[in-house]
């Protein structure tokens, strides 16, 4: 979970910076951070309402596909419309995700030991990957963020397919 959070760390800790790095206004950036951030909230929405229909593991994997394409999405938008649309989608995937790591995390962990970890390995992976496109910004410039997002991402679903693999009852409590 920490590390497929790194993603998002990576990307919303300078989607400000590198739109402005563009040339976007500010006021078109800070109307295209709120919006897309209040209407991504669709996403838990979008979770809660379809459930384990599709299992855990594919809307995962549709929520990074997402993911990235946003991110790549981003990187060609310019006015106040795209802007949102971008981070709305980026806001709305990641927020689906939560969902089902937050799931997967509770089949692997039936006594809930695990369960307060949760919102630990969600700050560390932002922190994480801020860090992460921070230094690879500071070595390539802005066009390395869409890059790092997509590795970050793409590793980080690597390990959480891992986790689909775990036996239950190699888990310590588990049944």
């Given at each position: ?71 790549v ?36 962990d ?59 009852r ?6």
């Open positions: 979970m920490t590390v497929w959070f790194a993603a998002p760390g990576a990307f919303w800790t300078f989607a400000e910076s590198a739109a402005a790095a563009r040339n976007v206004p500010a006021g078109t950036i800070s109307i295209a951070l709120a919006v897309g951030n209040g209407v991504g909230l669709l996403g838990s929405v979008a979770a809660a309402w379809q459930g384990d229909r599709w299992g855990r593991f594919w809307p995962l994997l549709i929520a990074t596909a997402a993911l990235c394409a946003s991110v999405a981003f990187e060609e938008c310019w006015s106040v419309v795209a802007l949102a649309v971008a981070l709305f989608a980026f806001n709305a995937a990641w927020n689906y995700a939560a969902v089902y790591e937050m799931a997967l995390v509770a089949s692997l039936p006594g809930g030991k695990l369960s307060p970890a949760i919102s630990a390995a969600q700050v560390m992976g932002f922190a994480a990957g801020g860090f992460i496109s921070g230094v690879a910004i500071s070595a390539a410039g802005y066009t390395a963020l869409t890059s790092v997002v997509t590795m970050l991402a793409v590793v980080g679903m690597g390990v959480l397919a891992l986790c689909f693999r775990v036996p239950r190699a888990v310590p409590g588990g049944p």
